[in-house]
């Protein structure tokens, strides 16, 4: 059974840094796709940003240039490296991905900006 399973966030002041990871487990294929969402309190789920195969890459205007995705092939793992965080990047961060033409979603992982 494939999991996606993130980690990294936490409580963060603002202007600062955080890495979220996504690792997938239960499977030997490939990451094809990845991205990752966030919702905050009463909004809907939004799009972050996205990796593709060839390291082809999508950020949305609110966290370009402060973010980069990335990924590990070897670990299956994607990455999600914030900075410059703003209480406003609160949320709950959710890692999609793509695999053996599969769609999975993690469970989750609460960031929080505040002082």
């Known amino acids: 059974q494939v999991q996606l399973v993130e980690s990294g966030g936490g409580l963060v002041q603002p202007g600062g840094s955080l890495r979220l990871s996504c690792a997938a487990s239960g499977s030997d294929g490939e990451i094809t796709f990845a991205a990752w969402y966030r919702q905050a309190p009463g909004k809907a789920r939004e799009l972050l940003a996205s990796?593709?195969?060839?390291?082809?890459?999508y950020y949305t205007d609110s966290v370009k240039g402060r973010t980069t995705i990335s990924r590990d092939d070897a670990k299956n793992t994607v990455f999600l490296q914030m900075n410059s965080l703003k209480p406003e990047d609160t949320a709950v961060y959710y890692c999609?991905?793509?695999?053996?033409?599969?769609?999975?979603w993690g469970l989750g992982t609460q960031v929080t900006v505040s002082s």
């Open positions: 990796i593709a195969s060839g390291d082809r890459t």
């Open positions: 999609y991905a793509v695999i053996e033409d599969r769609r999975y």
